[in-house]
């Protein structure tokens, strides 16, 4: 199959071309496939996909507070951008979402078909644009996951190994809870998925959840800095531009049908670290 990758430089872009190597790819960069410009649809129409991916997003969540209409450029006009090329291309269309569309009430694990309820700029773009495929092209996958990782981006780990070098001790949110993802994982998942045509909404992470605060003693232990401590504290303690939902779960219950499981989070991690070349 011919695969279009939209936002191919990005964490999961990169995934996805080290993983389906099986298939001929097309990989789109911001400079070559803008998915804000109109023209795109015609660029992409060009390539004649059988699928696409829709790798490319505003993802700075505190960042949309102060640019919520480039932030929603990217995550809803660009997604209707992108289903209309997928509806001239004739081509399937996964688009990936996010965790954060939920509200996060502690104690609740979201499944596929829970109500959406975005509480901050980012997480409504996205879900305007979940809409906007949803209503112009019906042969779409929506693919949520959650805090994702990749070698080379700016995510998580980065920050706090960052901070961890910098300052030696570190407070961390331990009331926020989410599915660290590794986008390898989540590459070979969407890998899987397209080859179904078994369209709808999934939601692939890596199995398990944990609080940033736990998460945070994993990265510090894998990569040899357990011995920097951790001081656990409450959301509220740590202020940010965009209120983050504090218990936006997944579960994934749908792909298990279809054979789509993904590994638990610190086997991820281990990965992660392996190839890396840090300590593990
Ligand atoms: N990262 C997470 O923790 C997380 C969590 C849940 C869901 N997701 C979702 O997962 C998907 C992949 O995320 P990721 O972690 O791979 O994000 P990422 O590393 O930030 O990659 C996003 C890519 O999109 C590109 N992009 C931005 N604006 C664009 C535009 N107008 N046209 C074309 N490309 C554009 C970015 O290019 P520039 O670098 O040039 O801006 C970047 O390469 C996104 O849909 C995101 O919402 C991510």
Redesign the pocket.
């Known amino acids: 199959m011919r695969v279009l990758i939209?936002?191919?430089?990005?964490?999961?872009?990169r995934a996805l071309q080290e993983v389906l190597g099986e298939h001929e790819l097309v990989p789109?960069?911001?400079e070559e496939?803008?998915?804000?410009s109109p023209r795109i649809v015609e660029r992409i129409v060009a390539h004649r996909p059988d699928v696409i991916v829709?790798?490319?997003?505003?993802?700075h969540v505190d960042g949309a507070e102060s640019h919520p209409d480039a932030a929603f450029?990217?995550?809803a006009w660009?997604a209707q951008n992108v289903a209309l090329a997928a509806r001239a291309a004739q081509a399937d269309l996964i688009h990936?979402?996010?965790?954060?569309i939920f509200p996060g009430r502690p104690g609740v694990f979201y499944r596929e078909f829970d109500e959406a309820g975005p509480v901050n700029t980012y997480a409504r773009s996205?879900w305007a644009g979940e809409r906007m495929v949803r209503a112009l092209w019906p042969r779409h996958y929506i693919v949520?996951?959650?805090?994702?990782?990749?070698h080379g981006?700016?995510?998580f780990i980065t920050k706090i190994i960052r901070a961890a070098d910098k300052y030696g001790r570190l407070r961390v949110v331990a009331d926020e809870f989410g599915n660290p993802?590794y986008?390898w994982d989540l590459a070979l998942a969407i890998g899987r998925l397209i080859t179904t045509r078994h369209y709808g909404v999934y939601h692939f992470t890596n199995a398990g959840y944990c609080s940033r605060y736990e998460y945070a003693r994993e990265i510090l232990r894998l990569s040899g800095r357990g011995h920097i401590s951790v001081v656990p504290i409450q959301h509220h303690q740590w202020p940010r531009a965009a209120t983050p939902p504090r218990h936006a779960v997944l579960r994934n219950t749908l792909g298990p049908y279809l054979g789509i499981e993904l590994p638990p989070w610190q086997d991820a991690l281990r990965r992660y670290f392996r190839r890396e070349g840090e300590h593990v």
């Open positions: 939209t936002g191919a430089r990005g964490q999961l872009g789109l960069g911001r496939g803008d998915i804000t829709n790798a490319a997003a505003w993802t450029a990217v995550n660009g990936v979402s996010t965790n954060e996205k949520r996951t959650a805090w994702v990782f990749y981006g700016e995510n993802t986008a």
